[in-house]
């Protein structure tokens, strides 16, 4: 049946719900193959140590064990694994990340032994039988002690633990310093956090001697990136090789990476002859899955005395951990230092990134990524510099915006942003919390005792990774574009298979309604297919809020070619001009005559039987995209956080959280609003609770549930939302991401908030996580900034 109906911008319920909350979705967990065996790795519990002898012979004498393997039965065979983005004029050193470490751990988690046996409890049973002679070496686990002379060294390829020294200029920084009238400058700690999604790692293996082939099923958010990396780490030539992710239950960037065990696990899957299986526990996944943030960074803003930004320079230590995971080099540096100036009109900008290698969990993409650095870094230092001003935050912010007009807008960082209208979002946000109330609630509840405050944060980001030809210059090696195939059946029903692999996000729904607008299909009528190689176009996967504006984009442009060639083959059929068919609501029709009319899927069968089609029209409705789209995606908005601090306890209680984001056009508003909320929730956790926290002998003090502070929905306060709607001028279909937005806003609104409420005691700056604690030693003068 023909279909009139506009599906983009309505809630319609994701379709993948009903398997996910049935349990009925696909993990790799799930997966049985015949004659499965499972793997277990052993991991160091030094921070750094000599290995000087493993011993497997207890081990390999248990009932039930398949094999025992080190570093020096895999490193032949097992690659080290690549790093991905090589960014430039940086100095970059990437030391060996073997699968199994040989002769040297170099922080608690590192694996040393992996066991294969009958069943996963034997195969964890046998770990504590290798005896494994360590000889403990000196730890570091802070980045700028690391850096310091004497400190212990992790790589000999990386003298002072230097992985790198990133330098951002634009505009002329140094001038615009020397003239300004006021320099506000501050230290800041960005925590480091533990991405803590529902699944797991988790991996399984398969070798078809007959084919030489390999299956690997894997939580992965980007399975063509798996294929081509592990395809290096391995020597499987990429054709052989078949990556398959089917449901991942949430990735929030750390299934990125390609990890040494998944690398180990192909590997033994194909000695060995028969499938294996691994899948990690949450202490295994809080200890060698890779962490997120963790910036010292040092902040100066330059302005004049009326509150005019004139520049930015931050120095930023980053802590890598003990090697370069996959993305890792990007995430502190181009996607830090690029979006440096936020929203607002400054003439320079300097970002200086120190990557230093210390004795923990290595450090890669984390929901934001680079971008909740920034963003907080300077919305924190907008506000100090508006309380050294004394002026209103809102204000301060409303004099330095980019003004509406004046898009697309060059940065001092050199990026060109598409579209905006920061004004708009802030009014909104501030008109949703009756702003001029609030501060004389604030004022009466101050002559009360009590401490109320509020907190800003207008945050820009960069988002939709891509264009390749930019991305490759910033040194990630593979272009980032979108891809997609739509087919449509002879039945008129449509496939749609993308090059994305959404993890949560719920592109199988959003998708759908793109495909189903431009091809006039009832949305039940589409399926998304995503998330395996060999059956997908060749793609990059789902992070950096990518996958609506450039899957999404891709779908739109193929669905384009679709009803051009459906609309060649109704004009054959209906023996009129191409020029004269209309396509409304389904159908082809002559103009003036609508009676003479195909629907699309009349076309969609005239197309596969083939019987008369126009001249130089193939059989099948069906095409491809591959979309490099011109520039990123830059969404933006304004949130607002108030809180109450209780003086006695230093508890914070956030009392209103007020949102307001602009991801452009927008698919499925629901879909944004929970997108929103999520991230906000991972923001304010930052914010108020999480922290990776080591001892000074690199052990992992929170690797468990108990010990990392994970909000459940009884710590969420209720987010209010709202948008405002400016889309891309360049992208097919208006769009901008959303998935990272709240992540990236949400901090800053917090400890300005907190702060605000401090203002009383003097305190200018606090270090995320904004503990009881902290809070109470800042009111009774304890480590005010
Ligand atoms: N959307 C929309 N209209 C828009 C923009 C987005 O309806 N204008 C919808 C999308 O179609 C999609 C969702 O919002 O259903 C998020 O889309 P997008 O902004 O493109 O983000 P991605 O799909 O690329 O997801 C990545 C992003 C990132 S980087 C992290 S980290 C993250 C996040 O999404 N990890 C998540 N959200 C997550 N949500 C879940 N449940 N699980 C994760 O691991």
Same mark, same amino acid.
């Given at each position: 049946?023909?279909?009139?109906?506009?599906?983009?911008?309505?809630?319609?319920?994701?379709?993948?719900?009903?398997?996910?909350?049935?349990?009925?979705?696909?993990?790799?967990?799930?997966?049985?193959?015949?004659?499965?065996?499972?793997?277990?790795?052993?991991?160091?519990?030094?921070?750094?140590?000599?290995?000087?002898?493993?011993?497997?012979?207890?081990?390999?004498?248990?009932?039930?064990?398949?094999?025992?393997?080190?570093?020096?039965?895999?490193?032949?065979?097992?690659?080290?694994?690549?790093?991905?983005?090589?960014?430039?004029?940086?100095?970059?050193?990437?030391?060996?990340?073997?699968?199994?470490?040989?002769?040297?751990?170099?922080?608690?988690?590192?694996?040393?032994?992996?066991?294969?046996?009958?069943?996963?409890?034997?195969?964890?049973?046998?770990?504590?039988?290798?005896?494994?002679?360590?000889?403990?070496?000196?730890?570091?686990?802070?980045?700028?002690?690391?850096?310091?002379?004497?400190?212990?060294?992790?790589?000999?390829?990386?003298?002072?633990?230097?992985?790198?020294?990133?330098?951002?200029?634009?505009?002329?920084?140094?001038?615009?310093?020397?003239?300004?009238?006021?320099?506000?400058?501050?230290?800041?700690?960005?925590?480091?956090?533990?991405?803590?999604?529902?699944?797991?790692?988790?991996?399984?293996?398969?070798?078809?001697?007959?084919?030489?082939?390999?299956?690997?099923?894997?939580?992965?958010?980007?399975?063509?990136?798996?294929?081509?990396?592990?395809?290096?780490?391995?020597?499987?030539?990429?054709?052989?090789?078949?990556?398959?992710?089917?449901?991942?239950?949430?990735?929030?960037?750390?299934?990125?990476?390609?990890?040494?065990?998944?690398?180990?696990?192909?590997?033994?899957?194909?000695?060995?002859?028969?499938?294996?299986?691994?899948?990690?526990?949450?202490?295994?996944?809080?200890?060698?899955?890779?962490?997120?943030?963790?910036?010292?960074?040092?902040?100066?803003?330059?302005?004049?005395?009326?509150?005019?930004?004139?520049?930015?320079?931050?120095?930023?230590?980053?802590?890598?951990?003990?090697?370069?995971?996959?993305?890792?080099?990007?995430?502190?540096?181009?996607?830090?230092?690029?979006?440096?100036?936020?929203?607002?009109?400054?003439?320079?900008?300097?970002?200086?990134?120190?990557?230093?290698?210390?004795?923990?969990?290595?450090?890669?993409?984390?929901?934001?990524?680079?971008?909740?650095?920034?963003?907080?870094?300077?919305?924190?230092?907008?506000?100090?510099?508006?309380?050294?001003?004394?002026?209103?935050?809102?204000?301060?912010?409303?004099?330095?915006?980019?003004?509406?007009?004046?898009?697309?807008?060059?940065?001092?960082?050199?990026?060109?942003?598409?579209?905006?209208?920061?004004?708009?979002?802030? +009014? #909104? &946000?501030? $008109?949703?919390?009756?702003?001029?109330?609030?501060?004389? *609630?604030?004022?009466?509840?101050? =002559? %009360? !005792?009590?401490?109320?405050?509020?907190?800003?944060?207008?945050?820009?980001?960069?988002?939709?990774?891509?264009?390749?030809?930019?991305?490759?210059?910033?040194?990630?090696?593979?272009?980032?574009?979108?891809?997609?195939?739509?087919?449509?059946?002879?039945?008129?029903?449509?496939?749609?298979?993308?090059?994305?692999?959404?993890?949560?996000?719920?592109?199988?729904?959003?998708?759908?309604?793109?495909?189903?607008?431009?091809?006039?299909?009832?949305?039940?009528?589409?399926?998304?297919?995503?998330?395996?190689?060999?059956?997908?176009?060749?793609?990059?996967?789902?992070?950096?809020?990518?996958?609506?504006?450039?899957?999404?984009?891709?779908?739109?442009?193929?669905?384009?070619?679709?009803? +051009? #060639? &459906?609309? $060649?083959?109704?004009?054959?059929?209906?023996?009129?001009? *191409?020029?004269?068919?209309?396509? =409304? %609501? !389904?159908?082809?029709?002559?103009?003036?005559?609508?009676?003479?009319?195909?629907?699309?899927?009349?076309?969609?069968?005239?197309?596969?039987?083939?019987?008369?089609?126009?001249?130089?029209?193939?059989?099948?409705?069906?095409?491809?995209?591959?979309?490099?789209?011109?520039?990123?995606?830059?969404?933006?908005?304004?949130?607002?956080?108030?809180?109450?601090?209780?003086?006695?306890?230093?508890?914070?209680?956030?009392?209103?959280?007020?949102?307001?984001?602009?991801?452009?056009?927008?698919?499925?508003?629901?879909?944004?609003?929970?997108?929103?909320?999520?991230?906000?929730?991972?923001?304010?956790?930052?914010?108020?609770?999480?922290?990776?926290?080591?001892?000074?002998?690199?052990?992992?003090?929170?690797?468990?549930?108990?010990?990392?502070?994970?909000?459940?929905?009884? *710590?969420?306060?209720?987010?209010?939302?709202?948008?405002?709607?400016?889309?891309?001028?360049?992208?097919?279909?208006?769009?901008?991401?959303?998935?990272?937005?709240?992540?990236?806003?949400?901090?800053?609104?917090?400890?300005?908030?907190?702060?605000?409420?401090?203002?009383?005691?003097?305190?200018?700056?606090?270090?995320?996580?904004?503990?009881?604690?902290?809070?109470?030693?800042?009111?009774?003068?304890?480590?005010?900034?």
């Amino acid at each position: 049946m023909a279909q009139a109906k506009k599906y983009v911008g309505t809630s319609l319920p994701r379709k993948e719900d009903a398997r996910f909350i049935t349990g009925t979705g696909s993990y790799v967990a799930d997966m049985a193959l015949p004659g499965m065996a499972y793997a277990a790795f052993l991991r160091s519990p030094y921070a750094h140590a000599k290995v000087k002898k493993v011993d497997v012979t207890a081990a390999k004498e248990l009932p039930g064990i398949v094999g025992v393997f080190t570093g020096a039965d895999l490193k032949d065979d097992v690659g080290p694994i690549p790093t991905a983005w090589l960014i430039p004029d940086a100095d970059l050193k990437t030391p060996p990340y073997p699968a199994v470490a040989v002769d040297r751990v170099r922080y608690a988690g590192d694996a040393v032994a992996v066991v294969v046996a009958e069943d996963p409890y034997v195969a964890r049973d046998a770990l504590d039988l290798i005896d494994v002679d360590y000889e403990p070496l000196p730890v570091v686990v802070d980045q700028e002690e690391a850096l310091r002379k004497g400190a212990p060294q992790l790589h000999d390829e990386a003298p002072g633990n230097l992985a790198f020294k990133w330098v951002l200029e634009g505009g002329d920084v140094d001038k615009v310093f020397q003239e300004a009238e006021v320099v506000e400058e501050q230290r800041m700690v960005n925590q480091r956090l533990q991405p803590s999604a529902m699944e797991p790692r988790a991996a399984v293996a398969q070798w078809d001697a007959g084919e030489e082939r390999l299956t690997l099923w894997v939580t992965s958010q980007n399975p063509h990136i798996h294929r081509l990396l592990l395809s290096i780490v391995l020597g499987v030539p990429e054709q052989k090789l078949r990556v398959i992710s089917p449901d991942v239950g949430g990735g929030f960037g750390s299934k990125i990476p390609v990890y040494p065990w998944e690398a180990a696990v192909s590997y033994l899957a194909r000695r060995l002859g028969r499938p294996v299986k691994w899948v990690e526990s949450r202490t295994e996944n809080y200890q060698a899955t890779i962490h997120g943030r963790d910036h010292v960074q040092y902040v100066q803003l330059a302005a004049k005395k009326d509150g005019t930004i004139l520049g930015i320079k931050i120095k930023a230590i980053a802590n890598m951990g003990a090697y370069v995971s996959t993305a890792a080099p990007g995430i502190p540096t181009i996607l830090f230092g690029f979006i440096v100036s936020g929203a607002y009109a400054m003439k320079a900008s300097r970002a200086e990134v120190h990557g230093v290698f210390t004795n923990t969990t290595p450090t890669d993409a984390y929901r934001g990524a680079g971008r909740p650095e920034a963003s907080y870094a300077l919305e924190r230092m907008v506000d100090i510099l508006a309380g050294k001003l004394g002026m209103d935050p809102a204000e301060i912010r409303r004099k330095n915006f980019i003004p509406k007009d004046a898009f697309p807008y060059q940065v001092c960082t050199g990026l060109t942003y598409d579209s905006g209208n920061y004004q708009e979002a802030l +009014e #909104k &946000a501030l $008109k949703m919390l009756d702003y001029g109330k609030f501060r004389e *609630e604030q004022a009466k509840a101050r =002559e %009360e !005792g009590r401490l109320l405050g509020i907190g800003f944060s207008t945050y820009v980001e960069m988002c939709g990774l891509a264009p390749s030809p930019v991305c490759t210059a910033l040194g990630f090696q593979g272009g980032l574009w979108g891809s997609s195939t739509i087919r449509v059946h002879p039945t008129g029903k449509a496939s749609v298979y993308t090059g994305a692999h959404p993890h949560g996000q719920g592109e199988e729904t959003t998708f759908a309604q793109i495909a189903a607008d431009e091809l006039s299909i009832p949305v039940e009528d589409i399926e998304i297919i995503h998330g395996d190689t060999d059956m997908t176009p060749m793609g990059m996967g789902t992070y950096g809020s990518r996958t609506t504006p450039v899957e999404g984009g891709s779908i739109a442009l193929s669905a384009r070619k679709v009803v +051009e #060639k &459906a609309r $060649k083959i109704a004009a054959h059929l209906l023996e009129a001009r *191409e020029e004269d068919m209309v396509f =409304e %609501e !389904g159908k082809f029709s002559v103009k003036g005559a609508p009676d003479r009319a195909k629907t699309i899927q009349e076309v969609a069968f005239a197309a596969y039987m083939a019987t008369s089609l126009p001249e130089g029209v193939e059989p099948i409705l069906e095409a491809t995209t591959f979309y490099d789209p011109e520039n990123f995606v830059f969404p933006f908005g304004t949130h607002i956080c108030q809180v109450e601090v209780d003086p006695e306890t230093g508890e914070v209680e956030i009392q209103r959280y007020v949102a307001v984001d602009d991801c452009g056009t927008i698919i499925n508003p629901q879909i944004v609003e929970g997108q929103v909320h999520g991230g906000v929730l991972q923001g304010l956790a930052q914010a108020l609770w999480e922290e990776a926290r080591y001892d000074k002998d690199g052990n992992l003090l929170t690797s468990s549930f108990l010990e990392y502070m994970m909000p459940t929905a009884l *710590e969420s306060p209720t987010i209010e939302t709202d948008k405002t709607v400016t889309p891309s001028p360049h992208n097919p279909a208006g769009l901008k991401g959303v998935g990272e937005t709240g992540t990236i806003a949400a901090s800053q609104a917090v400890v300005n908030a907190v702060v605000d409420a401090l203002e009383p005691y003097g305190v200018v700056h606090l270090d995320m996580p904004l503990t009881p604690e902290k809070v109470w030693g800042a009111i009774h003068g304890q480590g005010t900034g």
